[in-house]
């Protein structure tokens, strides 16, 4: 029975086919069976039947590495990078009441902002034409236009930036084989997304858009750069997972209400915290009918969801923070679990400090 298996056997693990299945000891430069496939091989590498091109006659066939992985990760980093300077450039542009000052949209021809005097008066006077010069900026010099101009054309002209930074690459290595297929379909949604941003004209949709594009990105990224650690599944785990992502979800519709915060200027209505005036709950949250209008267009009820909101999300990153003090987690995640914190307490410091400004200009005002 040995003489009649070993060698057999001996000899199938000596086909260099089988080799592309398993570790290498040794660097081989190519394949030579009749597959047709040259595949190099570093020694501890392994292949799978995927690989091998069961098509006989395709020739070579290219799967993503380890080393694209690696490069297509750093490009979605760069592209989140550059989302977020896109919403911080776009609160910006808000601040100064900048977004109406370009009234024309052209995806081509407003890339060439205007260069001589006359082009300036032109520009101007479609300015002009609309509400807010009417009723806001009636006394408004052409050098002031100027300012909110490049501001807008800033802003548009980054939006651009950051289309070209996920197409042209997404292409590129689309062509060259470096995705797979659950990479494909990803980067085909952050490219919608993109697509998505340019053709929204609504602060909230605009905003959360940009949102999801900047945290896709950013994961997916990380997805590929960082060791993926294994943790066994307990129930603490499980509660930690369902609470980050809850955390996830509260910060988004924070952010959102924020949008319609800085839409209506709701901002502007009370100016005092805790209380909102002299009362924990104004009388006026519903002067709206229906009712369920005051969510969106109340500036007493925006401003007090927004409020609400911040408040649970500030909560919800302290009780995840602690949760993953009581959990053995990767050091890394560890970083990021007091970073939440640290940066959501921040983010409610400066609210204070924003709060008690407004009051005391409203109060010079007065």
């Not at 597959?35 to 290219?62: D, F, N, W």
């Not at 080393?67 to 980093?77: F, Q």
């Not at 060791?227 to 924070?254: D, I, M, N, S, Y």
Request: aromatic content about 12%; proline content about 5%; some cysteine.
């Amino acid at each position: 029975m040995q003489r009649l298996l070993f060698p057999r056997l001996k000899a199938l693990m000596g086909s260099p086919c089988l080799w592309l299945l398993g570790p290498r000891a040794a660097p081989r430069t190519q394949c030579g069976c009749s597959c047709g496939i040259r595949h190099l091989l570093r020694p501890g590498q392994y292949s799978t039947i995927s690989e091998v091109a069961l098509q006989s006659g395709r020739g070579t066939v290219s799967l993503p590495s380890k080393a694209a992985e690696r490069v297509v990760g750093r490009w979605l980093l760069v592209c989140s990078g550059t989302v977020a300077g896109a919403v911080i450039l776009g609160g910006m542009t808000r601040l100064t009441e900048s977004g109406l000052s370009m009234v024309d949209w052209n995806l081509i021809k407003e890339m060439k902002p205007p260069t001589h005097q006359e082009e300036w008066e032109a520009e101007f006077q479609k300015y002009q034409q609309f509400p807010e010069f009417k009723i806001l900026n009636h006394d408004m010099t052409l050098a002031e236009f100027k300012f909110i101009w490049y501001m807008e054309y800033s802003h548009r002209m980054w939006g651009r930036l950051v289309g070209l930074t996920y197409i042209l690459p997404a292409a590129y290595f689309w062509r060259k084989g470096w995705l797979s297929r659950g990479m494909k379909g990803r980067v085909l949604a952050l490219c919608g997304l993109v697509c998505f941003q340019v053709s929204q004209y609504r602060l909230a949709a605009h905003l959360g858009s940009a949102l999801v594009l900047y945290c896709a990105s950013l994961w997916t990224s990380l997805s590929l750069l960082l060791p993926q650690h294994k943790l066994p599944e307990t129930r603490q785990l499980l509660w930690l997972r369902r609470c980050a992502h809850g955390t996830a979800g509260l910060v988004f519709l924070t952010a959102l209400s924020g949008a319609f915060v800085a839409g209506l200027d709701a901002g502007l209505v009370y100016n005092s915290f805790p209380k909102m005036g002299e009362s924990w709950i104004p009388e006026d949250l519903f002067t709206f009918s229906p009712i369920l209008r005051n969510v969106f267009e109340n500036p007493t009820m925006v401003q007090f969801d927004h409020r609400i909101l911040g408040i649970t999300s500030v909560t919800a990153v302290t009780v995840l923070y602690f949760l993953s003090r009581r959990i053995p987690l990767p050091r890394r995640t560890k970083m990021a679990a007091v970073t939440l914190l640290a940066l959501a307490y921040t983010q409610g410091l400066f609210s204070f400090i924003f709060i008690g400004d407004l009051d005391e200009g409203i109060r010079k005002i007065r």
